[in-house]
């Protein structure tokens, strides 16, 4: 299911067209907007639009959608000069609010619209996207989101896409808008991020503004089913793009698909995360950064959560197809798995457990040396596992395989100094859990051996006994 004709581009459809059961602030809003009643002669009458204006706004207000559609075909000039005006010269948040809305309306009825604005700006040399900006600042939020959506709409229904200077600040504006707590507009700016990721241009500069730590971000908090759904959405789309799929992971986007998996109640979610998760097999080109995401997706259980999703009985076929598919390649990941692989599989997660290898004597003593490859990535990665998890079964493990490597490797104790790893293991014998407060004095401990070992090597050598030979440490 790795093309994009499926449900979710129908649900997506579905969500953005008129006439729908409210689902969002806005659109709940929009409902109580269109039944108000402008007063457009007292604008008239106090010297706010002029006598052309009044008299097609006040017309196309009331007209039927028949009568709109011959307005825009025989005055499409006048109709977004009209608009513009009304939007750069009313105060009113009430009167705004409704012209937005029925702007909105016009361009939901027949996407072509959308260029009735690029061309007018183009023939006056105009920028089509400013007026839509200004009002991303407006303190009303309904004024600020439907200003959105009407951007969202131009910008994936045009025949042109959007500049790359406008698209980079209208993305990081959707990026905040998504963070943003307790935001009560939140689905309606993850509907337009699912418009937008639509687009393949528009995929690769999200990437570059950071985006998808944002969405991780926000999946992470434990919102409700809808974001869920919207935002893996959008990570879906973000996955189509093989280059973008290849570094995805990057974001820990695999541990954190696999707990929105895990909780999810809705089919759609399970869905959605399914077919996010082929992607980031499928559509990566590169055998080892493919097994790299299978065997993540095996660290962080997914391959049991398949398990028991196949047990089920699902009626979609899409959601069969790829939990067969996820089956046979996570299956098929781990077939020739060695220890090490498990191993480095497990600390790339950051879901580190007592797995059997943390334990092996043997492990440490054939691959201590590993966490040196790659200029030290897998024990950077312990470290910065030691510096920014809160929880105490990874800071334990993390401690104790920190403890391991300077047991096993010569100059380890050196390295993990210079990198800041001391000092994190010895704040820890502090803690309030037993368990880390235990592994990082063990930890602590086998770092200050090997201090002593190699002071006392130092003085055997340089100061020999009376007897001619250096004294015997036990």
Known sequence: MAGESSHFIEDLERLSSAGQIPTSKLQEHAEVVRKNNVNWKSYLQGQMISSEVYEFISKFDIAKPEEKTLMLQNNPIQFVT??????????????????????????QADKSRVEIFKDFARRNKENVWQPFFHLLDRDDKFIVYQASRIIAKIACWSKDQ???????????????????????????????????LRINNYRIVFVEVDGISAIVQVLASNPSFQVHYQLVFCLWCLSHNPSLAEKMNRGNIIPTLA???????????????????????????????????????????VLKHIELLENRTHQDEDIV???????????????????????????????????????????????????NENNYELLKMLIRLLDTSKDPLVLSVAAHDIGEYVRYYPRGKRIVEQLGGKQLVMQYMLHTDPNVKYEALIAVQKLMVHNWEYIGKTVDVNQPALGGSAPKRT
């Open 82 to 107: 009209v608009f513009r005006m009304l939007m750069e010269g009313i105060s009113r948040d009430q009167t705004l609010q409704y012209v937005l809305t029925m702007l909105d309306d016009v361009l």
């Open 321 to 371: 197809a790829d939990l067969k598919y996820l089956s046979e390649k996570l299956n098929e990941s781990i077939r020739n798995l060695s220890s090490l692989d498990e191993y480095i599989t497990e600390v790339k997660s950051g879901r580190l457990e007592w797995s059997p290898v943390h334990r092996s004597d043997r492990f440490w003593h054939e691959n201590a040396a590993h966490l």
């Open 259 to 301: 707990d929105v998996l895990s909780d999810a109640v809705k089919e759609k979610v399970t869905r959605i995360v399914l077919a996010t998760f082929r992607n980031l097999i499928e559509n990566v080109e590169d055998e080892s950064i493919r097994q790299e995401h299978a065997l993540s997706m095996v660290q962080c259980k």
């Open 162 to 196: 959007m500049e790359r200077k406008h698209l980079q600040s209208y993305l990081v504006w959707l990026k905040e808008q998504i963070k943003l707590p307790n935001n009560e507009y939140l689905l309606s700016a993850g509907r337009c991020l699912q418009m937008m």
